[in-house]
């Protein structure tokens, strides 16, 4: 077992509003690391917290009529809230507002200054107040506007204090090309290279038109400019200033995990501070993609932005987790659709993951009553279901180390449905007829339980609650906090003669609800939206409206006839998560046989109807003319999606 230090950060929020579901997005994958390298026996430290200075929240508290610290009180409890609710696993939290900030904010300051790295200046520039970001004319944007956000920026002309940041360009320049995992992904890398050979200016400091800051040691007339504060935030919890063994067994960091748009400040701007502090670098910036909201950019203003708080209490927090891990690709940007979530709650864990552990408990309970029975030798199937264990731990365990956190569950989720797999090789239910095929029945349960054991820790930093549920269920003897990656690396670890626990469900199936299943009856609840719109043209829908309709690659596994209709065919697909039955308007054109192996594009968000008194479960596309009719079929792999 390992047992090496291992410090992850999070962005330090604005508190400038409630935090949406892109926060969540990004402290959820930081608690799924951190979570791991605890589980793999590191000594981890896991830091979140607000970045509560500046001219914005000061205006937003004068707008409220309360001082800056009443208004940021109030939204960090928020904060704090949804991390409780969210299990997140942070081991502090820091708020920039703190006397044990200050202290280290100011020392910094000092220290730098003492070394001949800052100076006072004037400044004059354009300055966007909601990005607390200066900018020169040639980096706006077309409309001269910020390059981050598009909003306005008002030019402003100071006193204030600079960082000797050209003085290390090149160091940083030449840091980031000798260590090519510095930055991730590689395209944040390439355009940070781009971005320092462009010519880096000093940075501007301080501030003097406002004081909701730190005031600068040596002249309290200025405030320390936002990111000079927000980055040293990473040194204020791990000793930098009280406690240097801690200092020395977490700094340097070994992942600040951050937006791909704070990238810039996190591989440029906080570097150079570092090495004027002699100080050594973080081991890794990786910049996460963003989520958009069913294809959209959140936005006030659409009103589309999405209250993480609404979802847990909704849907439970290992659900949101999962979604947000498994569905985006680490460093790509996502979309979060509550559809597609409701999709992945259903499938991958109501269906794969809850049946596994139902079926398991329930044979168990009534073949062996509830006795886990030693094994004795291994069939072919066996030690093939075994070697697929293994082999998931191992991807896992490297996957995990390298953040590639929704293939990791994509292999989990594979060998939970090869365990599902080997329920219906080894048909229990058989074995259990027959008294000469006990101990083959035994090894049978044995190896589902192991299997599960061990699936409940590989699911552990994802979905923690149903994890520990699991585990409880299947009643190992060990607390399933104490348990470590060692215990899941060789088979086995289940101990014969003791009772299975109680069976319970983990995630009820959920049926979706109306107005998701048809958009086209909800108009009486929009009157609102339907008013301040013009009338669309006859027909006409918008993108949006499209891609509502979610359309997947399916192949057609069985076919038969609906009796007494002779147009309907009962048909089974595969939709590479789950099988659907779909009743189809079809049979006069089709050969049954003709019809399997096919792959077709199925409407998978489809409100479930029955037809002639038989459940469908989505709609396949098909062009018609006149009598005509042809199934659109694809040659491309199942679960496919076809926009
Ligand atoms: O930038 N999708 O704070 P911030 C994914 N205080 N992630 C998102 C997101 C989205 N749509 N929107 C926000 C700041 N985020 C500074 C940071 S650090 C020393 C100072 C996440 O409240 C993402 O991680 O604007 C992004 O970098 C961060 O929130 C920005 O949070």
């Known amino acids: 077992m390992s047992n090496n230090s291992f410090y992850i950060t999070t962005p330090i929020y604005y508190p400038s509003a409630k935090l949406h579901i892109g926060h969540a997005y990004c402290t959820t994958i930081a608690d799924s690391v951190a979570r791991y390298h605890r589980l793999a026996g590191d000594d981890v430290f896991f830091l979140t917290g607000s970045d509560e200075h500046g ?90 506007c910020c390059p981050d956000c598009g909003r306005p920026v008002k030019e402003v002309a100071e006193e204030a204090y600079f960082f000797k940041m050209s003085k290390y360009a090149d160091r940083i320049l030449k840091h980031i090309e000798d260590n090519p995992d510095f930055i991730q992904p590689v395209s944040r890398r390439n355009e940070m290279i781009n971005f320092i050979k462009q010519g880096l200016d000093d940075l501007c400091i301080s501030r003097t038109s406002f004081d909701w800051g730190i005031p600068v040691p040596i002249d309290e007339k200025h405030v320390i400019y936002v990111w000079f504060d927000a980055l040293t935030n990473y040194l204020t919890p791990i000793g930098f200033l009280d406690d240097k063994e801690k200092f020395q067994k977490f700094w340097p960091a070994n992942v600040h995990l951050v937006g791909k748009e704070i990238v810039r400040f996190h ?26 909201v069913d294809g959209s950019k959140m936005s006030k203003s659409l009103g589309n932005v999405v209250d993480p708080v609404e979802l847990i209490n909704k849907y439970g927090a290992d659900a949101i987790r999962y979604f947000l891990l498994r569905e985006i690709n680490l460093g790509q940007d996502g979309n979060f659709s509550e559809l597609a979530l409701v999709q992945r709650i259903n499938a991958d864990l109501a269906n794969d993951l809850g049946n596994l552990l139902h079926r398991t408990l329930n044979m168990v309970g009534k073949f062996q009553q509830g006795e886990v029975l030693a094994p004795q030798g291994k069939s072919e199937i066996d030690q093939s279901l075994i070697n697929d264990a293994m082999a998931a731990v191992k991807t896992f365990d490297q996957g995990m180390a390298e953040m590639k956190i929704s293939n990791v569950i994509k292999a989990v989720w594979a060998f939970i449905s090869r365990a599902n797999k080997y329920i219906d090789e080894t048909a229990p239910w ?108 006859d027909g006409e829908i918008t993108i949006d409206d499209f891609a509502k309709v979610k359309l997947q690659v399916v ?77 659109v079929s694809v040659d491309m792999p199942v679960g496919s999606v076809v926009r």
């Open 267 to 292: 591989s440029i701007i906080w570097p150079c501070i570092l090495m004027a502090l002699d100080l050594p670098l973080p081991k890794q910036i990786y910049g996460h993609g963003w989520l958009v």
């Open 430 to 537: 058989a074995l259990a007829k027959e008294a000469a095929k006990k101990q083959e029945l035994a090894n049978v349960m044995y190896n589902l339980l192991e299997s599960l054991r061990i699936i409940s820790v590989l699911i552990a930093p994802f979905m923690p609650t149903t994890a520990e549920k699991i585990w409880l269920q299947l009643n190992m003897p060990e607390k399933f906090a104490d348990v470590r990656l060692d215990a899941i690396k060789t088979w086995g670890g289940t101990p014969a003669g003791m009772h299975i626990g109680e069976a319970q469900q983990l995630f009820p199936r959920i049926e979706l609800e109306k107005e998701e299943a048809a958009p086209q009856k909800s108009e009486k609840k929009d009157t609102k939206k339907a008013e301040a719109k013009p009338a669309a043209a």
């Open 555 to 631: 192949e057609i596994l069985e076919a038969e006839p609906v009796p007494k209709a002779d147009k309907l065919l009962k048909l089974i697909v595969d939709t590479g998560t789950e099988k659907r039955q779909v009743v189809s308007g079809i049979a006069k054109h089709y050969e049954v046989k003709d019809l399997i192996g096919k792959k077709v594009i199925l409407v998978m968000n489809l409100k479930p109807a029955k037809l002639r008194g038989v459940e469908s479960q989505g709609m396949i596309l098909a062009a018609t003319k006149g009598d005509e009719l042809e199934v």
């Open 55 to 144: 001219q914005k929240i000061q205006e937003k508290a004068e707008e409220q009529g309360i001082k800056p610290i009443e208004y940021v009180d109030k939204i960090v409890a928020e904060f704090q809230n949804l991390w409780k609710m969210l299990n997140i696993s942070n081991d502090d939290f820091l708020r920039t507002s703190q006397k044990r900030h200050e202290k280290v904010v100011q020392e910094i300051f000092r220290r730098v200054y003492d070394k001949g790295d800052i100076y006072k200046g004037a400044y004059k520039g354009l300055y966007c107040t909601p990005c607390e970001s200066f900018w020169t004319e040639l980096q706006l944007d077309e409309n001269g």
